[in-house]
């Protein structure tokens, strides 16, 4: 690993890879504030319960993309 990489803070290329609950944790809160905000423009309210359910299943596809993205590296390699 480049330690260049390590120490520039705007790169997240290998976040995934290196720190997969940091990398799960940040997708899932990025994708609840865009729902909030998708909610608030087309409803000008916030379903609690429907931004929930949002965020567990945005994050649950996105876990299992990385666990693919794991397994297929590996049977590459």
Known sequence: MDIDSELDPITIEGLPAQRPIVAIILAAV???VVYLAIQLAMDGAVELVETA?????????????????????????
């Open 30 to 32: 990025v994708a609840t």
């Open 53 to 77: 359910a949002f965020g567990i299943v945005f994050t649950g596809v996105y876990v299992a993309f990385l666990y693919l993205r794991r397994q297929f590296q590996a049977s590459e390699s």
